[in-house]
């Protein structure tokens, strides 16, 4: 018989470490089998103890991470720096979304995807809009490379609201056409993304009818003891585009103040589509304005989409001050600007078999925001327990400069919109079980019209009519909100909200001779109010299950540009003013169910429903009697937007993941869904069928994806009318009809984080350099793209 005797050790530091980023993780318990020892890692991660054995084991164990097991031999070998896997999804994940406050997920009647910081990381997006279709549910449209327009179950622009720390970002020019806004936000800076999906009226107000995409920059820690300096910095290069993406981050803690300052540059060059051999994509010649006139130049390679390439700049600073225990106050600042911006949509596009513009670009486009919050925490008061005051100052300037091929004449189109918000909102905890949520909101929108004519041989300068109308434009909404959850019991959750709303919009026209149209009224003047409620139910009826039912309303106001923009939209039309325009409304049932497997399996499928009453739709329309006008030459048939009745849109949603090991998974995603409108015809922003197929390894250092992206096809029948015209943009069928053919790319990713301040990503997109462009895109996607990403922590 041989006896072991256990002997002690000399003191140790263990320190645990996300296995992933190698950033340590505090809250970690830590315990042997009998319990005998126990402890939590502190703020960095450490724990000590002064009396271990060799014949020792420690259980690992954090609510985010996979249970560890470890010997003592085991961690000598390993240094005493222990590695946990993150999970890929949490029980009681957190999401802010939908009440403005943080919430379990599994509390919550709605569907939400949550992009989170290591997600983002990953995949390396080098736009906020691309990062948004990481999320594998959300289909983005181009119709230029400096642009990407999110659509969500069939909504789209401004019909979907866009949220940057709390801020709403829609303004009164928000386009009903694909919208490329969201690139404005410097995805670098982003730390998590949340995407609600379905009406948001009742918290958000109006815009929020297909859904919410929430971003949340840095988040600002202050330190419990010493101060805290971090740096790090990214640089980016893809190849199909050339592009060279740089990004750096300064971070200061301290016990009372916090700092955060990123900027960001990224300059893309003209887009390399993939192989083919359709001469509809390629981009066979391009035109040059040479010695005062235009040249048609043959491109010397097809494939390069001359002219697409852009440069942006985003600049973020954050600061956090801790007023007292209760009270903090903090500052945002942001900034981005860009060159122009060429739309390639419109570059492209010919007529009587010549290029149709010979310029056609947006200027630079340019976003601020101050933001001001304060934070409190009022534990005894009797209406609130939580309060947040925000109050937020946006500048946005647009510009649009275009000149028809062999014209001397260049028109500019230039707007400059200011928006100020007020927002107070409240949290009140009733009991145990139960939460009251409310707030008030008001919003002021200011927009200036401009434009005029540049004579390139000349110089000379002639004012033409604006895009919105040239003299004073405003709007003024105010509303508040209720929003209540109940926990019945451990298995049956219940939330219901209301939100009252009053909008005004006021247009002027200061000049209204230089417009086409006769007889335009002085002003336009619209009063609107709107009534909006949610209810739902959680109820988890057996260990894993989870059921889910919600029904909601949403609706949006006319804006300025809905209810008063004169311009030349389609090739042969022209839209014209609407002062009878209504606010549109929607309708919409969500049915979701939920199996989770522990950490081994999760699936999750999601049917909705939406009703459309008075949409908004841009139709055939008579202006004085008159179907048409005579402008710049060529006759333009008459259309504006109108409420057109009532449509309906339907789909489901599902989404697989399975661990086969600690270190191999899959994930599957799948999304379908139809659109009609009361005539039967097909709604514009009603996405094919798409989905995604991922094979991820991850251990150590070390992860890799192998995904396949898949798109379906959208045949003539089921596209939109106004889809229809755009047949420079689309496939032919055999029939000769326009139709968005189906397409797959195959994609591979790979990290290898060398140590806690250096990291290295390689990946390649479309790996059989396909030829495709995605639905409603005026652009070609790119063809194979390789990537390479270093990122250094200090």
Not at 6 to 20: C, E, S, Y
Not at 218 to 223: A, E, P
Not at 533 to 547: D, E, I, L, N, Q
Request: proline share 4%; net charge positive.
């Amino acid at each position: 018989m041989v006896l072991i005797f256990p002997f002690l050790l000399p003191a140790q530091n263990i320190i645990v470490k996300d296995a992933g980023t190698l950033e340590p993780i505090p809250n970690v318990t830590v315990f042997t089998p009998s319990h005998s020892i126990s402890g939590l890692t502190d703020r960095n991660g450490i724990i000590h103890f002064d009396q271990l054995s060799a014949a020792d084991t420690l259980i690992f164990r954090h609510a985010s991470y996979r249970k560890k097991v470890m010997s003592y031999p085991d961690m000598e070998k390993s240094g005493f720096n222990i590695l946990l896997q993150e999970k890929d999804y949490k029980l009681d994940e957190f999401i802010i979304s939908a009440n403005k406050w943080e919430q379990k997920e599994n509390e919550v009647p709605i569907h939400i995807s949550l992009l989170k910081s290591k997600d983002i990381d990953f995949f390396q997006a080098p736009t906020a809009a691309d990062l948004l279709s990481y999320s594998h549910e959300i289909f983005v449209q181009k119709s230029q490379l400096g642009g990407g327009s999110p659509m969500i179950r069939g909504f789209a622009a401004n019909r979907i609201l866009l949220v940057i720390d709390g801020v709403r970002m829609n303004n009164l020019i928000f386009r009903s056409g694909n919208l490329q806004n969201s690139i404005l936000i410097d995805p670098n800076s982003i730390e998590e993304a949340e995407i609600l999906f379905g009406p948001g009226s009742v918290i958000y107000g109006s815009d929020a009818l297909g859904g919410v995409f929430d971003f949340h920059t840095r988040k600002l820690s202050l330190t419990t003891d010493s101060s805290r300096f971090m740096a790090s910095g990214l640089f980016r290069f893809a190849s199909a585009a050339k592009e060279q993406s740089k990004h750096i981050e300064l971070t200061f803690e301290h016990k009372n103040w916090a700092s955060f300052t990123s900027f960001s540059h990224s300059a893309f060059g003209d887009l390399r589509m993939g192989k083919t051999a359709d001469p509809r994509m390629l981009r066979q010649t391009y035109v040059r304005r040479l010695a005062n006139h235009d040249s048609i130049i043959v491109n010397d390679n097809p494939l390069i989409q001359r002219f697409s390439g852009y440069d942006q700049w985003n600049v973020l600073q954050k600061l956090k001050f801790r007023i007292n225990p209760s009270w903090d106050l903090q500052y945002a600042f942001h900034f981005t600007t860009s060159t122009d911006i060429p739309r390639y949509d419109k570059l492209h596009e010919t007529k009587d078999s010549l290029p149709k513009y010979g310029d056609w670009h947006y200027g630079p486009q340019r976003w601020m925001m101050n933001q001001i919050q304060i934070n409190g925490k009022l534990q005894r008061n009797p209406l609130m327990n939580m309060i947040k005051i925000m109050f937020a100052q946006q500048k946005v300037q647009e510009s649009r400069i275009k000149r028809k091929f062999n014209n001397d004449r260049e028109k500019h189109y230039i707007e400059d919109v200011e928006v100020f918000s007020l927002n107070l909102d409240a949290e009140k905890f009733l009991n145990k079980n139960s939460i009251l949520t409310y707030g008030l909101e008001a919003i002021r929108n200011d927009v200036r019209s401009g434009a005029y004519s540049l004579n390139l041989t000349n110089g000379n300068r002639d004012s033409i009519g604006s895009r919105y109308p040239n003299g004073k434009n405003y709007s003024l909404s105010m509303g508040g909100f209720m929003h209540w959850k109940w926990n019945v019991c451990p298995r049956l959750s219940f939330q219901s909200g209301l939100r009252y709303e009053v909008y005004r919009l006021y247009a002027g026209f200061s000049n209204r001779s230089i417009y086409s149209l006769d007889s335009l009224p002085e002003n336009i003047f619209l009063h609107d109010r709107a009534l909006s409620g949610s209810a739902g139910m959680v109820y988890r009826f057996h260990p894993g299950w989870r059921a889910s039912a919600n029904f909601s309303t949403g609706f949006r106001t006319p804006n300025l540009d809905d209810i008063a923009k004169i311009f030349d939209a389609e090739p042969g039309t022209m839209v014209v003013i609407n002062p009878a325009l209504q606010s549109e409304d929607a309708y919409n049932g969500d049915l979701g169910l939920t199996y989770s497997q522990g950490e081994k399996l999760k699936i999750k499928l999601t049917a909705f429903y939406s009703l459309l009453v008075n949409i908004m739709v841009r139709e055939d329309f008579q202006w004085n009697g008159l179907d048409s006008l005579y402008v710049n030459d060529e006759w333009l048939r008459l259309r504006a937007v109108v409420n057109a009745g009532k449509g309906n849109i339907y789909g489901i949603s599902g989404q697989l993941k399975y661990q086969f090991t600690n270190s191999l998974s899959t994930q599957l995603y799948y999304t379908w869904m139809r659109g009609r409108d009361g005539m039967g015809d097909a709604l514009r922003h009603v996405s094919p069928p798409f989905g995604s197929l991922f094979l991820n390894y991850e251990k150590k250092q070390w992860k890799a994806s192998a995904y396949i992206i898949y798109n379906g096809e959208i045949p003539y029948v089921n596209l939109a009318p106004s889809e229809r015209k755009k047949i420079q943009n689309y496939a032919l069928d055999a029939e000769n009809h326009p139709y968005s053919p189906a397409w797959y790319t195959l994609n591979f990713k790979l990290r290898y984080r060398y140590s806690k301040n250096f990291s290295l990503h390689l990946g390649i997109e479309n790996l059989l350099d396909k030829a495709y462009r995605p639905y409603s895109s005026g652009i070609v996607a790119p063809g194979r793209n390789f990537l390479l990403s270093l990122n250094v922590h200090i």
